[in-house]
């Protein structure tokens, strides 16, 4: 496939000797650099089951928020990086069902690896922090999958679609989503302190400036 490319690239007109030099091993570079941004089921699953099980006693039953946390993943039509910058969060069940904060960054990453639209991963994000059990229909993960459970949770999230800057409208737009579960869901002070919470400690990568 990526030789076809690099063909129609010459077919453009691209003959210089230092540009076709370049492009000499691109073909293998591609193919590992997609292999980096797609991990298979089973590697999700298993990289899954590491982060969510682990659970540790903490004094309190504080709600936790992460900010700025910034992931990468593949535009399942184009196949075309999106970079995503998220809020997540959850209401602990009680104070010995809290996971490490790094946990919650490795979840989102890991569900990032693949060919997903942005509400889908959204969804999945929010839904392995509360019970597992996904709204999308097709989701890999809906049997045995290892979940956290908690009381509520969220994941609100803003993303650069390279497909849409590098192609057709050429614009920089963000896309945002914001999924809910549990407690987040259906008490509407909770979710509006997480509004404000969001607004009073904005993330500080470029995505939400």
């Keep these: 496939m990526y030789n076809d490319i690099i063909e129609y690239i010459k077919k453009m007109g691209y003959s210089s000797t230092e540009d076709l030099k370049n492009l000499k091993d691109t073909p293998q570079r591609c193919k590992k650099a997609l292999k980096n941004y797609i991990w298979n089921t089973k590697k999700i699953k298993k990289n899954l089951k590491a982060y969510v099980k682990i659970g540790f006693p903490m004094p309190g039953?504080?709600?936790?928020?992460?900010?700025?946390?910034?992931?990468?993943?593949?535009?399942?039509?184009?196949?075309?990086?999106?970079?995503?910058?998220?809020?997540?969060?959850?209401m602990p069940i009680d104070n010995t069902k809290v996971i490490g904060l790094s946990k919650l960054v490795r979840i989102a990453t890991v569900l990032s690896k693949r060919p997903v639209l942005q509400e889908l991963l959204a969804i999945d994000i929010a839904s392995a922090l509360y019970d597992g059990k996904y709204s999308s229909k097709d989701s890999n993960y809906k049997n045995g999958f290892p979940y956290f459970e908690s009381l509520g949770s969220f994941c609100i999230m803003g993303s650069m679609?390279?497909?849409?800057?590098?192609?057709g409208v050429e614009s920089?737009?963000?896309a945002r989503e914001a999924k809910f579960r549990g407690i987040f869901l259906e008490n509407m002070d909770i979710k509006q302190e997480v509004y404000s919470l969001i607004k009073t400690y904005p993330a500080t990568s470029f995505l939400f400036k």
Excluded: A, W
């Design 161 to 167: 679609h390279s497909c849409m800057f590098t192609r």
């Design 61 to 90: 039953d504080p709600g936790i928020m992460l900010t700025d946390c910034v992931t990468i993943s593949i535009c399942p039509h184009h196949l075309l990086p999106v970079v995503n910058q998220m809020y997540i969060g959850y």
């Design 172 to 174: 920089f737009s963000l």
